[in-house]
């Protein structure tokens, strides 16, 4: 594949229920984080996988937002009974460490409305 | 204090005139320094990286990185209105962090034409 891919690309949903996005890496990459991102506004970290490491779940909100990363490849992030703060764009970033410095490629994303 | 901090913008500049775009870093052991730059409705894209002291050209962009005063700048010349959009500067954290990237939260950019 040639980059980082996201599913979906627009999600509305209703109060309440459970949402679940998608994020295929690059081939190869080792490390992959998610993001959200509200209009306006700067990246806020949410979870970070690097390898076989534990994940860095540091930035998630609340326990309603989980993520899962199978196989080093592909990875879920699961948000539980959505609020409208939840409302944001979500992207995802894969990288592959070399030399010192690690490259992030983003996603393009998935728009989450939560009405 | 914020890790990454970034002045917020906006920043305007007219068609040709350079632009530089600042950021500072608040831990002495990063190391590792990216520019990114984030069109309206978009995802981030890579502008440049630099992990040495000194300047790194590429074409119209120049990065500078002073370790010793712990910033990172980005100069555009010859601006040009495509250069609008939102600039946000990232760095490796610490040793022992995981090699995490910590974000400012972006300079918007605006080139008159």
């Known amino acids: 594949g040639a980059g980082v891919s996201q599913s979906p690309s627009n999600k509305v949903t209703e109060k309440g229920k459970d949402v679940e996005l998608r994020c295929d890496p690059i081939s190869g990459h080792t490390a992959l984080y998610w993001y959200r991102q509200s209009l306006g506004q700067g990246l806020e970290f949410l979870i970070y996988?690097?390898?076989?490491?534990?994940?860095?779940k540091s930035g998630l909100p609340s326990d309603r937002f989980s993520a899962e990363r199978t196989g080093g490849s592909v990875s879920t992030l699961t948000i539980q009974r959505t609020q409208q703060e939840d409302s944001a764009v979500y992207l995802c970033?894969?990288?592959?460490?070399?030399?010192?410095?690690?490259?992030?490629?983003f996603g393009p994303g998935t728009r989450l409305l939560v009405l | 204090q914020k890790e990454v901090e970034q002045n917020s913008g906006p920043l305007s500049v007219p068609e040709g005139a350079i632009a530089s775009l600042n950021c500072t870093y608040s831990d002495r052991g990063s190391q590792s320094f990216f520019w990114y730059r984030q069109y309206s409705g978009k995802s981030p894209e890579l502008i440049m990286s630099i992990y040495s002291n000194g300047d790194k050209e590429d074409g119209r962009f120049t990065a500078q990185l002073n370790k010793a005063s712990q910033y990172v700048s980005l100069l555009i010349r010859d601006s040009q209105p495509s250069d609008s959009a939102t600039y946000l500067c990232a760095v490796i954290g610490p040793a022992g962090n995981n090699r995490k990237l910590i974000w400012g939260l972006g300079t918007s950019l605006g080139v008159n034409p």
């Open positions: 970033a894969s990288s592959f460490s070399s030399g010192g410095g690690e490259t992030q490629y």
């Open positions: 996988f690097q390898g076989n490491s534990a994940p860095d």
